[in-house]
């Protein structure tokens, strides 16, 4: 016992300054893709051949986005584009309401609209969502136990991970959804008791991924639920836990638009 | 067609040796009758040999089955096929762990392993071509996981417990079903093949740009692992040759996922048992090697550090004394966080001879990695098969003999001291020079073996060039393909309450099985 608090007073306090300060990142890490198609020389699409997703529309022209839902937030596209016009910043905003927001140009920040009020009413104090891996890697599920751990601790925002969907407000889906995986989704969605959200992590559970296309998969939640709403898109591969937490932060309408100038450069 | 599918001359080898990464001539890998194909594979397997690879590939209409076997002590691989038709005398009636490899020769290309113990799909995937059900089913199509004639122990007050896909914690899916007597289980199946996303067909075809990244997402705790065995592959079908110093940057990598892995597994067995202090610190202190990593390339799993011909970021000398600093005190930290929980009688108690499985078991099922070498099988293909870095310079391999959740957990606790150590001594000891040489196109006809010892084991992929040097065939093996079942008989006769523990002791992947 005496170990255990000695340790616990030399290991100190864990948890992050997010989202009270600005979060810190390695020098390389890879939040939202910057483009600049001033930069592009004639004719040029050297980053969208290069790109292993087809995450990059209209190279070359003014109207150029980057549809972070199919991003992986890999190198391959800045490497092919030695003039800089497409380069990752260190924004690790990334969540949005709708599919079509994930298609962003230039150097917009994305921040992700709140629920309706009466949403907010029920879910923004206690927030109890069901994971379901479905066809993920582990990679997002990695993440998403992160989220839990005594550095971002989700669960001093009143957000937690239940075991039970009967027991939750909704449902985080991770992975392309494969066919195998897909009605054990849908009746676990089915078990959620309404109102009821659901969240799509990661690329794959946002268009496929890199199985975008795959015969066996069905291209993301949307895709598999067919029709039901999702309600927030969570990019990257896998979303650093701290895009996690400013999605369902900003959901819940507890992150304001002043919190965009302590972003850290 | 471009290989030849009748019997070799009387005196010519039955097997082609090669080794770890050695692209071979596919054509003169020999092609065997059935017969000769299943005695020679048994008798390597008798005198202690390993399948590290079999698998099945589509030649002018019929499969040809190749193995890769595996002869650890000599560091060498050995290469034989067959061609078959419908069926075939099983293996696994005789060496149980081809049991794996069978079952999906017969889901993939309709091979039946005529004998095999018991026949069942291994991870519901479509066949690779057409085919009869081999398995029997009215409608395979409409087969999900689940659906699967499983194993029952009938009798008074014998009861079945089901659990699964939908798991309780944030954790893959997959279907667990237990006989059980009261709390003592008799047996356990488990049942695979949610995860399929169809990895080895949008492989097969390549390499295109999307093959990197497919690699990578076999096992997303896994991405530096299977991602060098892809580029591994890719070299040595290319004759490309990473520099030292991108060799010396892979190795790190390498060593950093086996870190954060076996860091966190510390910490999930702690929380398992209820040790939460341990839980609560291995928990962060994990993500102190997942950073290490994003300090390297800028994504905490090592995704995009690896490419074709080296790797894609390079550590100034300052950061890589600053990296190497920071690790020798995170793992300091870990000690200390470990040292709580594995000097807790309370623990020990819970640990020690729970899930217990025997050397004899493990060497017949052909365990891999920590689970192996915690059951006294002296294993690892760093050593054994030594690609890369792990040429110039060795990690000591551990062993333990109890073969218990106990020796599972604290193999991980020793590993990760020697994982330390090399990590530190390569950043501290960078080779000068570049980080990547130039891409090249693979060669035409061309089978490599490709293995790496990965966090939970031997990884192994296996591609094949057709004539124009592009994939006819890429075969990928994560090491859950064979440890899945380690974890099943790891229950029998023990206590259901052991499950979480136990499981947590193996860790296995279900998408790197599911593929």
Redesign the interface.
């Known amino acids: 016992m005496i170990?255990?608090l000695q340790?616990?007073l030399?290991?100190g306090q864990?948890t992050v300054a997010f989202p009270d300060g600005p979060p810190r990142?390695?020098?390389?890490?890879?939040g939202r893709p910057v483009v600049d198609p001033a930069r592009c020389p004639d004719g040029c699409r050297a980053c969208a051949?290069?790109?292993?997703?087809e995450a990059i529309l209209d190279p070359g022209e003014a109207r150029m986005r980057v549809d972070l839902g199919r991003c992986?937030?890999?190198?391959?596209c800045v490497?092919a584009c030695p003039p800089g016009a497409i380069r990752?910043g260190h924004d690790h905003r990334l969540a949005a309401r709708s599919r079509d927001d994930l298609l962003v140009s230039r150097d917009e920040p994305l921040l992700a609209a709140a629920l309706d009020e009466e949403a907010r009413r029920l879910f923004g104090r206690s927030l109890r969502l069901r994971?379901?891996?479905?066809?993920?890697?582990?990679?997002?599920?990695?993440?998403?136990?992160?989220t839990g751990?005594?550095?971002f601790d989700l669960s001093r925002f009143g957000i937690q991970?239940v075991?039970?969907?009967r027991h939750a407000d909704g449902i985080v889906v991770t992975?392309?959804v494969?066919?195998?995986?897909r009605?054990?989704l849908l009746a676990?969605y089915e078990a959620v008791p309404p109102p009821r959200i659901v969240v799509a992590v990661g690329a794959?559970a946002i268009s496929g991924?890199?199985?975008r296309g795959?015969?066996?998969?069905h291209d993301g939640a949307a895709g598999a639920l067919g029709g039901i709403p999702v309600d927030l898109f969570v990019p990257g591969?896998?979303p650093?836990p701290i895009t996690v937490l400013d999605g369902l932060l900003r959901l819940l309408g507890r992150l304001d638009g002043d919190e965009a100038r302590r972003v850290a450069r | 067609m471009t290989e030849p599918l009748h019997e070799r001359r009387a005196g010519a080898p039955a097997i082609l040796e090669t080794w770890n990464g050695e692209a071979v001539d596919v054509r003169a890998v020999p092609v065997l009758p059935v017969a000769r194909f299943r005695a020679v594979i048994l008798e390597v397997l008798r005198e202690g040999g390993r399948l590290a690879a079999f698998f099945g590939r589509p030649v002018d209409g019929r499969v040809v089955v190749t193995a890769a076997l595996a002869d650890d002590p000599e560091g060498k691989l050995g290469l034989l096929s067959t061609v078959v038709d419908g069926a075939y005398p099983a293996l696994s009636s005789e060496a149980p762990q081809a049991q794996g490899f069978e079952r999906e020769l017969a889901e993939q290309y309709g091979v039946v392993p005529e004998g095999h113990p018991w026949l069942k799909p291994l991870r519901f995937e479509p066949p690779h071509r057409e085919v009869r059900d081999p398995f029997g089913r009215s409608d395979p199509a409409a087969t999900i996981p689940g659906e699967y004639p499983f194993y029952r122990v009938e009798g008074e007050e014998v009861h079945e417990v089901a659990v699964g896909p939908v798991h309780a914690g944030i954790i893959e899916p997959g279907h667990f079903r237990f006989q059980c007597h009261g709390e003592e289980v008799f047996h356990l199946e488990i049942v695979l093949g949610y995860q399929h996303r169809g990895a080895e067909r949008m492989l097969a075809g390549g390499p295109d740009r999307r093959s990197l990244v497919v690699a990578e997402s076999i096992a997303g705790d896994t991405s530096v692992g299977h991602g060098l065995a892809y580029v591994k592959a890719l070299e040595s079908l290319s004759g490309v040759a990473a520099p030292a110093r991108a060799m010396a940057l892979r190795g790190v990598a390498l060593e950093l996922e086996r870190l954060a892995n076996h860091v966190g597994d510390i910490g999930a067995l702690a929380n398992d048992v209820g040790f939460l202090p341990t839980a609560s610190y291995c928990g962060a202190l994990r993500a102190d090697f997942l950073n290490a990593l994003a300090e390297i390339c800028g994504n905490r799993f090592g995704r995009s550090l690896l490419v074709h011909g080296g790797v894609r970021f390079d550590l100034s000398s300052d950061s890589a004394l600053a990296l190497a600093a920071r690790l020798r005190e995170s793992w300091g930290q870990v000690k200390g966080a470990a040292g709580l929980f594995f000097e807790s009688p309370s623990v020990r108690a819970r640990l020690e001879e729970t899930g217990r499985v025997s050397r004899e078991t493990a060497l017949e099922i052909g365990l891999v990695g920590p689970a192996a070498r915690a059951s006294g099988v002296d294993r690892d293909v760093r050593r054994d098969h030594a690609f890369g870095i792990y040429r110039f310079a060795h990690v000591p391999v551990v062993t333990a003999d109890s073969g218990d959740v106990f020796s599972r957990a604290w193999i991980r606790f020793l590993e990760s001291d020697r994982s330390v150590a090399f990590a530190v001594s390569q950043l501290e000891n960078l080779p000068d020079g570049d980080v990547r040489a130039p891409p090249a196109r693979l060669a035409p006809d061309r089978l490599v073996v490709s293995l790496v010892e990965g966090w939970r084991g031997e990884i192994a992929h296996v591609a094949v060039t057709d004539r124009d040097g592009r994939f006819a065939r890429y075969k990928v093996k994560d090491p859950s393909f064979h440890n899945w079942l380690g974890l099943a008989l790891a229950l029998r006769d023990g206590q259901i309450s052991d499950f979480p523990l136990c499981n947590k002791s193996f860790n296995l992947s279900y998408a790197g099985h599911d593929l």
């Open positions: 170990d255990i340790f616990r030399r290991y864990q990142f390695p020098e390389r890490f890879r051949d290069a790109c292993p997703t992986l937030f890999c190198a391959d490497e990752y994971q379901v891996s479905a066809a993920g890697c582990n990679g997002c599920e990695a993440e998403l136990n992160a751990n005594i550095q991970f075991a039970s969907p992975g392309p494969s066919e195998n995986m009605a054990a676990t794959c991924g890199p199985f795959s015969p066996v998969v591969c896998p650093h």
